[in-house]
């Protein structure tokens, strides 16, 4: 039972073009959702945050749009750059529950 | 100044054996975390301790047992492993007001032979 899904395993973009990474969730009780980045033989490090009253919240290069109608999220970022090459996690909760993980995204950006 | 750190960060050993994963924070969180992240890349959560108590234990078989001493520490021993139990495993803390977000260790990567 997939909460959060992460529908394309990967995505490669063009140095200094738009990545647009999205996930889906079917639990409408989510109210908090974060992006997570991980490098090879590390752990996930966050990224990203918004809550469910907000619709968008930005950092940077780094956005994230929630449309909770369609129960989506996407992160974008800016102008991507090649040390943004990693696995992408799109996780939420609801209240104070423990963080619901996505299968990830593992973005290239080619030079 | 690691801020999560697991140790050993490979571990391969056979069926059968008992092995211990060692977890440390540093950053004064009141709760911890272990998730596991398998083949298909999936990371689910195991357990969650807030304060030395056990508050999450997700369908994990018993063979898995989390010690917490201190809330700066939650160690994951396993017993009798098995083939199915490769994997990586992550600890993770975090604390309450700060976001909720979790700070991650950089896992340890158990292969059972």
């Known amino acids: 039972d997939q909460q959060v899904k992460q529908n394309s395993p990967s995505l490669s973009v063009q140095e200094g073009r738009i990545s647009i990474l999205n996930c889906d969730y079917t639990?409408?009780?989510?109210?908090?959702f974060l992006w997570y980045k991980k490098y090879p033989a590390e752990g996930p490090t966050f990224l990203i945050s918004?809550?469910?009253?907000?619709d968008k919240n930005e950092d940077g290069r780094f956005t994230v749009f929630l449309n909770k109608s369609a129960k989506h999220l996407s992160l974008h970022i800016v102008p991507s750059q090649p040390g943004d090459s990693a696995v992408y996690f799109c996780?939420?909760?609801?209240?104070?529950?423990?963080?619901?993980f996505g299968k990830g995204t593992l973005l290239t950006v080619n030079p | 100044d690691t801020a999560v750190s697991q140790t050993p960060k490979y571990l391969v050993t056979q069926m059968g054996n008992d092995k211990s994963i060692k977890c440390e924070q540093n950053?004064?969180?009141?709760?911890m975390y272990w998730y596991k992240q398998d083949s298909k890349k999936f990371l689910k959560i195991m357990f969650s301790?807030?304060?030395?108590?056990?508050?999450i234990n997700e369908t994990v078989p018993n063979r898995f047992s989390p010690k917490s001493p201190d809330k700066a520490h939650l160690n994951l021993h396993i017993n009798s492993l098995e083939l199915g139990d490769s994997a990586v495993y992550f600890c993770?803390?975090?604390?309450?007001?700060?976001?909720?977000?979790?700070?991650f260790g950089s896992g340890t990567r158990l292969t059972v032979v």
């Open positions: 918004i809550s469910s009253i907000k």
């Open positions: 996780a939420a909760r609801f209240l104070l529950s423990t963080l619901t």
């Open positions: 639990n409408s009780m989510f109210d908090y």
């Open positions: 993770a803390s975090s604390q309450v007001g700060q976001g909720g977000g979790y700070t």
């Open positions: 950053l004064g969180h009141d709760t």
């Open positions: 301790y807030n304060n030395k108590e056990l508050i």
